[in-house]
C-alpha cells in the first residue's frame, strides 16, 4: 500500500476540532488629572487611574500610573506616566499602547509609542520615565493645562491568542446586512421611490417600516406616500437621505463623519435612535471650544441629550473663552434657556467647590 501524501495525513475524520488566531483587543481611556499644578506627590509618589478595558472586552484590565514629579531621582524634572496590567484571563500577551497628551483643542501633543511588549505575571507594567518635562506643561506657551487640567490618553492594542471550537458542520457567518445593501443597490422588487433635490432613491416599503416608526406610519395609513409609493422630501439634501436610507438596510453610515450634524437631523425626524447616538458620538469627538454652543444649540432642537451633556460640559470647563467668543453670543441671542442652563451649571460647580 502507498504511503499516504501529506494532505490525506492532515485530513481530520473524527475527534475535536479547534482552531487558534490571534485576536486584537482595542482600548482607549482619557484620564484628566484637575489643579494639576498644585499637586504635593514627590518624586517617587504615584498617582492612579481608575481601571479600564475594551468596552466589547473586559477579560484585560488596564490602569495608568503617573508620577507627577517623576519616578525617580533620575527623571525628577519630568512627569512619568505607566501602564499597568490590573487583571488578566490571559497568562502573558503582547501588547503595543501609546500615550500622549491632549492639547485644548483635543489635537495628541507629546505622542510616545512603545513597542510590541510582552505583559506576563511579574512583568505587568511598562511606561515612560521621561515622558515630558514638567516646565514644558507648566510653562503654559502650548496651553498643554487648560484650566489646570492634565488631560492624557491611552490607547492600547492587546494580541491574545483566542481558541474557537469548530463545529461539526460549518456555518457561514451572517450576510444579512451585506445582502440587504445589494438589494438597495440593484432596485429588485422595489415598491416606493423616495426623491430629494431631484434625485431618486428606489427603496422598499416593508424594510423601511420595519427599521422607522415614521416611515410605517406613512406606509400604514391612508397617506400620500402609501397611495402613490412616492416619498418627497424637501428638508434634506440627497446624499443625507442616501447614507440614512442606506443605514437602514445595513446598519451603517460610511460617510457619518463628513456629515454628522445633517444627519442626526434627519435620524431624529425618522426616528432612528442608533444612528442619532452614532451621531452624537462623532460630533462629542470633535467637541472644541469653537463648536461647542453651535452643538449644544443643535443637541437641543433635536432632543441629543449625550451631545447636549458634553457641550455644556466642554462650555463649563472652557467659560472664560467660550463666554467671550461670537458663536456664543450669537445663540445665546435665539436660544436664552440654554444660557441659563449653562449658568446653571457653572453656579452648581462654584457652590460645589466650596
Given at each position: ?44 509618589q504615584a498617582m492612579e487611574s481608575s481601571a479600564f478595558s475594551a468596552s466589547d472586552h473586559d477579560g484585560i484590565q488596564w490602569c495608568l ?240 441629550g449625550q451631545l447636549r451633556a458634553k457641550a455644556v460640559r466642554c462650555i463649563k470647563e472652557n467659560a472664560t473663552r467660550v463666554l467671550e ?22 453656579e452648581a460647580e462654584k457652590n460645589g467647590s466650596k
Amino acid at each position: 500500500m502507498a504511503a499516504p501524501s501529506m494532505c490525506e495525513e492532515n485530513l481530520v475524520t473524527d475527534g475535536v476540532v479547534c482552531e487558534t488566531r490571534p485576536k486584537v483587543i482595542k482600548a482607549t481611556y482619557t484620564w484628566i488629572v484637575h489643579d494639576f499644578s498644585l499637586r504635593r506627590e514627590e518624586t517617587g509618589q504615584a498617582m492612579e487611574s481608575s481601571a479600564f478595558s475594551a468596552s466589547d472586552h473586559d477579560g484585560i484590565q488596564w490602569c495608568l500610573v503617573l508620577y507627577p514629579n517623576g519616578e525617580s531621582e533620575r527623571c525628577k524634572d519630568y512627569v512619568s506616566v505607566f501602564l499597568r496590567r490590573m487583571f488578566s484571563n490571559c497568562s502573558s500577551f503582547l501588547a503595543q499602547y501609546e500615550i500622549a497628551v491632549l492639547g485644548e483643542e483635543g489635537q495628541k501633543v507629546c505622542a510616545v509609542r512603545a513597542p510590541p511588549s510582552r505583559f506576563a505575571f511579574g512583568s505587568a507594567c511598562g511606561g515612560f520615565h521621561s515622558f515630558i518635562k514638567r516646565d514644558r506643561l507648566l510653562k503654559g506657551t502650548e496651553h498643554l493645562l487648560p484650566n489646570d487640567r492634565l488631560t492624557i490618553r491611552c490607547e492600547v492594542l492587546a494580541f491574545v491568542d483566542s481558541v474557537k471550537i469548530l463545529p461539526a458542520v460549518n456555518v457561514p457567518d451572517c450576510r444579512l446586512s451585506q445582502d440587504l445593501g445589494r438589494l438597495l443597490e440593484s432596485r429588485r422588487c422595489c415598491d416606493v421611490i423616495i426623491r430629494a433635490a431631484g434625485r431618486e432613491i428606489h427603496a422598499h416599503k416593508g424594510i423601511l417600516a420595519a427599521r422607522s416608526s415614521v416611515f410605517a406610519a406613512m406606509f400604514e395609513h391612508e397617506m400620500t406616500e402609501r397611495k402613490e409609493g412616492r416619498v418627497e422630501v424637501t428638508d434634506c439634501d440627497f446624499e443625507v437621505l442616501r447614507e440614512v436610507v442606506e443605514y437602514i438596510y445595513t446598519g451603517r453610515a460610511r460617510k457619518l463623519h463628513k456629515m454628522a450634524e445633517k444627519v442626526l437631523v434627519a435620524a431624529d425626524k425618522y426616528d432612528l435612535s442608533r444612528l442619532k447616538a452614532m451621531c452624537e458620538s462623532v460630533l462629542c469627538a470633535k467637541l472644541s471650544v469653537k463648536t461647542a454652543p453651535e452643538m449644544l444649540a443643535l443637541a437641543d432642537m433635536h432632543n441629543a441629550g449625550q451631545l447636549r451633556a458634553k457641550a455644556v460640559r466642554c462650555i463649563k470647563e472652557n467659560a472664560t473663552r467660550v463666554l467671550e467668543s461670537d458663536d456664543w453670543m450669537a445663540m445665546a441671542r435665539t436660544k436664552p434657556h440654554l444660557v441659563a442652563e449653562v449658568m446653571r451649571a457653572l453656579e452648581a460647580e462654584k457652590n460645589g467647590s466650596k
